[in-house]
């Protein structure tokens, strides 16, 4: 069996990757560049708003060297999640950009694009006849959630990404699509043991996080039948046993078992073993194919609207007691709201997070020190853009000028911008954690080809 070559050159597009370990992979002849396009990491606002996290300079310069290597090695290019979310609006955003630039490069191109975005109406279908299941902890799920959904993606597997391949396409637009299963796809079709095609997608899902230099991007994993191979492409970064198999700890519960449309892979029996200074060998992985298939739902909506306002304490006096402050505050805002705008706490949220102090961990930081100022974040949220704007104002006098105590003259804070609010707009929630179950891989996504 001859082997299968898949380059991954970094965790995902606009991350950046190390160009000379990218030529160094080139030369190493792979049969297929991967690279993902996003995630969930930074919340729901991206698939809230079908727009992307990265800018399209960073994409577009980036993307660039990648068409650029692809022509040069002559083999097909596959991006998943493009755009961060993966709507089919952010596959047509990459449609875009692969145009401008093949123009730009002079390339003659057939491109490929897989879409993921889900019809409601077909989910409210499929929903009503019990094809829909939630994943622990799920929200509730009824058809009137459907329709607050502003988009909805199902994440693609091997088999969509697989027909996606066949078309004979030189690039290929994934919209949502595991992490995994756009190196997955190729090794699967040339008849690599499921477990260790699946397993060395995992490990070389985000490019060089499992070496000892995860900043270098670039990867290289060579499949057989029963084994793999992954090597760091950059001459700062080995791969180790150690780097390797700590891989199966990230973004994931358990180390040992790994869920994939279609089944899930085990691989407690696994075996990594060092080729020599910079190669790992990984033999041992198992594939357990399910008896549904299914593929995970992501869907967001909007859920309020929410404006900041930011204020620096100083005074060392409020800088040790600027929880004991601001809980202070809160009960008097709380007053002054329900007095002026007639507002029951019920109607919006207020809440305070100490920069320098507890912002991350809140009530769970156990290392507490001694800063000489905190900034106070204050955080409105409301289903009404405009009562958060109005909060903000009313609120804005008492941030920079509420005594601690009731015998002191007013103090002064800091603003570090005028105005001190920002009206960030509407805010996002995920209210998707289900499975679709399908009777063909393909029957929620669509494939469409064009040549430029």
């Not at 606009?14 to 991967?34: M, N, Q, V």
């Not at 799920?138 to 091997?158: E, F, I």
């Not at 041992?284 to 404006?307: M, N």
């Amino acid at each position: 069996m001859t082997i299968t070559k898949v380059l991954v050159p970094s965790g995902v597009l606009g991350l950046g990757f190390d160009i000379e370990a990218l030529r160094r992979g080139i030369k190493h002849k792979p049969d297929i560049i991967s690279i993902d396009g996003g995630s969930t990491d930074s919340g729901p606002a991206s698939l809230g708003s079908g727009t992307s996290k990265y800018s399209r300079a960073a994409i577009k310069s980036e993307w660039k060297t990648l068409m650029q290597a692809r022509k040069e090695a002559n083999v097909p290019l596959i991006i998943g999640t493009c755009g961060t979310c993966g709507t089919n609006s952010m596959v047509d955003w990459m449609e875009e950009i692969t145009i401008e630039l093949a123009k730009e490069l002079g390339q003659s191109l057939k491109i490929a694009k897989l879409y993921c975005e889900q019809n409601i109406e077909f989910l409210k279908s499929n929903f009503k006849i019990n094809k829909i299941f939630p994943l622990e902890p799920a929200p509730s799920l009824n058809v009137h959630l459907l329709d607050d959904l502003s988009h909805v993606v199902a994440l693609a597997g091997a088999e969509q990404v697989i027909e996606a391949i066949n078309t004979g396409a030189d690039i290929i637009l994934g919209g949502r699509t595991t992490d995994t299963a756009i190196i997955s796809a190729l090794p699967l079709m040339n008849g690599v043991d499921p477990g260790s095609a699946w397993h060395g997608a995992k490990i070389a899902e985000c490019g060089a996080l499992c070496s000892s230099n995860p900043t270098s991007g670039v990867v290289l994993v060579e499949f057989d039948k029963t084994c793999f191979n992954v090597e760091a492409m950059s001459d700062s970064a080995i791969c180790s046993p150690e780097t390797v198999s700590a891989h199966m700890l990230y973004e994931n519960a358990d180390p040992y078992i790994l869920y994939e449309p279609g089944g899930y892979m085990d691989v407690t029996n696994a075996c990594y073993q060092s080729i020599n200074s910079r190669k790992v060998r990984v033999e041992g992985s198992l594939w357990v194919s399910s008896k549904k298939y299914t593929v995970k739902l992501e869907g967001a909506r909007v859920s309020g609207y929410q404006t900041s306002l930011l204020v620096l304490l100083r005074d060392n006096d409020y800088v040790k007691n600027a929880i004991k402050w601001t809980e202070k505050l809160s009960i008097f805002l709380s007053k002054e709201i329900k007095q002026r705008m007639n507002l029951d706490t019920h109607e919006y949220s207020l809440n305070f997070r100490h920069i320098g102090l507890n912002a991350v961990l809140g009530d769970l930081e156990k290392n507490i020190g001694n800063p000489r100022e905190v900034g106070v974040l204050c955080i409105i949220t409301s289903k009404n853009p405009n009562v958060c704007t109005e909060i903000a104002k009313l609120i804005n006098p008492f941030l920079l000028h509420f005594p601690l105590t009731v015998d002191e003259e007013l103090p002064t804070f800091a603003f570090p911008y005028s105005p001190v609010h920002s009206d960030r707009g509407c805010v996002y929630e995920f209210a998707l954690h289900h499975v679709l179950e399908l009777n063909d891989p393909m029957d929620a996504f669509q494939i469409k080809t064009l040549e430029v």
